[in-house]
């Protein structure tokens, strides 16, 4: 599946079906890592973030707005209408070349408060 794209309601059930079976697939990696691994106090939590981020990348697709937004941007971030980062794990978003991070509360409260700039 093509990660860059255009949210639209047109597709949007196509999209969210192989990006759940994406998260499916991920979900049977994680069982299988932890069962690998059940001995072991420590291991990689690479595989349960990898989860979380699936989930928060379905939740920005399944908003009813049309937005432009990259789900594999550099160093497991998203990237919205080519300007604002999105780090999905710790639910914060920045503008593009800036430093300053925000926390946001949902990804339908973000895309309609900030990046639409409505009255939330």
Same mark, same amino acid.
């Given at each position: 599946?093509?990660?860059?794209?255009?949210?639209?309601?047109?597709?949007?059930?196509?999209?969210?079906?192989?990006?759940?079976?994406?998260?499916? %697939?991920? %979900?049977?990696?994680?069982?299988?890592?932890?069962?690998?691994?059940?001995? #072991? %106090?420590?291991?990689?939590?690479?595989?349960? #973030? %990898?989860?979380?981020?699936?989930?928060?990348?379905?939740?920005?697709?399944?908003?009813?707005?049309?937005?432009?937004?990259?789900? $594999?941007?550099?160093?497991?971030?998203?990237?919205?209408?080519?300007?604002?980062?999105?780090?999905?794990?710790?639910?914060?978003?920045?503008? #593009?070349? #800036?430093?300053?991070w925000y926390?946001?509360?949902?990804?339908?409260?973000f895309i309609?408060?900030?990046?639409?700039? $409505?009255?939330?």
């Amino acid at each position: 599946m093509e990660t860059v794209f255009e949210n639209t309601t047109e597709g949007k059930d196509k999209r969210l079906e192989i990006l759940n079976k994406r998260l499916m %697939d991920l %979900d049977k990696t994680r069982e299988s890592v932890n069962l690998q691994f059940w001995h #072991k %106090d420590r291991h990689g939590m690479g595989h349960e #973030k %990898d989860v979380e981020r699936m989930e928060e990348a379905i939740a920005f697709v399944e908003v009813d707005r049309k937005f432009h937004i990259d789900l $594999e941007h550099q160093g497991y971030l998203f990237l919205v209408n080519h300007r604002f980062v999105i780090a999905p794990l710790k639910r914060k978003w920045r503008v #593009k070349g #800036k430093a300053q991070w925000y926390y946001y509360k949902n990804p339908e409260q973000f895309i309609r408060k900030y990046v639409f700039r $409505e009255a939330v």
